[in-house]
């Protein structure tokens, strides 16, 4: 049986996840922007926490999880090449690894860029992957710690997953990203529809940064990088795929 999931949203526009096996009732939280948001959803679902999966060392990602374990008496699992800047690990983790939340388990994907120590989790029965701020619904994390060549590598570790997995990032950036998008892959007719089909999703309360990969991969321009047509289109017909995305990335950061 699948996990359910529900999308938190927390500060300005940020989401953390819960997860539950309704076979076990274990319950996993992924990320920790704010506590209360979480014990309210925890609350009305009436789930008790388990285990905390972190992605990445950023405040917004992981301010609360002290608080929380405090709370809960949760299970922390996160990076171990990050150890020394999250909060106290139960379970270190490498690339391959595997966290268990009751019957399901969830493979460890290094996918640095935005960091070097980010990590992802996919859980290929339930079709989900929680990707944070490296793959983001119509974007990509800002490069802060790691090289363009990092990042590409990264995506194309997660474009690699199934068409139906559903991509949970770490933010809703969905504005400021469909703009840049329709920028730079402007005859795309995939984004226009997606874009269009945004407005009605925004306004049903629908969670943004929650979307199948094989939108993503239609539509998102970093995960077009490497497609002839994207880069004849910003003359880079002979760039390396990693150049194509370096220089995405780059207008992104000035658009
Ligand atoms: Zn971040
Ligand atoms: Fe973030």
Known sequence: MPLT??????????????????????TAVVDVPDVAPIHDALD????????ILITHHHDDH??????????TG????????DAHRLPPL??????????TIGAQAGRVIDVPGHTIGHIAF????????FTA???????????????????WSSLSKLMALPDDTLICSGHDYSKGNAAFALSVDPDNAALHARISAM??????GRPMAVVPLALEKATNPFLRAHLPAMKAAHDRLHASDAESFAHLRHLKDTF
């Open 90 to 99: 139960d379970h270190a983790l490498v690339q391959g690894d595997t966290v």
């Open 5 to 26: 999931l529900t999308a938190v949203p927390c500060l300005r526009d940020n989401y953390a996840y819960l997860l539950h096996d309704p076979e076990t009732g274990r």
């Open 122 to 129: 996919h859980f290929a029965e339930s079709q989900m992957a």
């Open 199 to 204: 407005e009605a999703d925004r306004l049903a």
């Open 62 to 71: 992981i301010g609360g999880v002290m608080r929380l374990r405090e709370d």
């Open 74 to 81: 949760a299970t922390i699992w996160g990076a171990k090449a």
């Open 133 to 151: 701020d490296s793959l983001m619904a119509l974007g990509c994390g800002r490069l802060f710690e790691g090289t363009p060549a990092q990042m």
């Open 44 to 51: 009305a679902a009436g789930w008790a926490l388990s285990d």
